[in-house]
């Protein structure tokens, strides 16, 4: 879902948080003007067929985990017969691939203050996996891998206050942090329990499912 971050807050009619501190704050842009963008958003009104529900909220869960089309399509393409023989819902299947990217688990951890952060952090080069650096954000993390930021970046400015920022956070129970080393870990595996992206993934199933 292309376009700058407000307009897809806007356009989804709720907060995606996908700014960090400013959807928080009295500037975010789906508080001041809570209504679809362009010339006639104030009179313009939302689908409410079947189809239109299902696709708003296919194009908030690639929003909020800045994934695409092609992407989202290659998860929810579970063989039905591996699905049964784990005795896992299509839902938990897309749960566990999202949250399982390492831009969503450094952003979960605390060490980004947002998924779009956390993902041009680890496209830059600051993140490892297990003390070797990974510079692609979709790559999946396993239980055990420990999650940290490369030593040469800590002197960076968007380091610096990691510790401060690291003690005020709870990731969730799938991770834990060390708040003295700053470093994270991968203790399970992220389950619907953790899913708290405003997104109903029942109707992300339906869509792929006509």
Not at 24 to 53: D, I, L, T, W
Not at 66 to 80: C, Y
Request: net charge positive; glycine share 6%.
């Amino acid at each position: 879902m292309p376009g700058p971050k407000c307009k897809i807050c806007r356009r989804a009619g709720q907060k995606l948080f996908l700014k960090a501190e400013r959807c928080s704050g009295a500037k975010c842009g789906a508080v001041r003007r809570p209504y679809p963008p362009g010339v006639h958003g104030q009179k313009s009104r939302r689908s409410n067929s079947e189809f239109g529900k299902q696709l708003a909220e296919k194009y908030k869960l690639e929003a909020v985990y800045q994934i695409d089309e092609k992407d989202l399509k290659h998860i929810v393409a579970v063989d039905p017969v591996n699905l049964a023989k784990k005795k896992m819902e299509i839902t938990d299947v897309i749960v566990n691939s999202l949250e399982s990217r390492l831009d969503n688990v450094v952003f979960r951890l605390g060490m980004a203050p947002s998924r779009i952060v956390a993902r041009q952090y680890v496209s830059h080069g600051h993140i490892y996996v297990n003390n070797r650096r990974v510079d692609i954000p979709s790559s999946k993390v396993r239980s055990g891998d420990v999650v940290s930021i490369r030593p040469s970046s800590m002197k960076r400015g968007p380091f610096q206050n990691l510790s401060a920022r690291l003690d005020k956070h709870t990731p969730p129970a799938w991770l834990e942090v060390d708040k003295q080393s700053l470093k994270g870990k991968v203790i399970g595996i992220p389950s619907k329990e953790n899913f708290d992206a405003p997104v109903d993934l029942s109707m992300i199933v339906a869509f792929y499912s006509r």
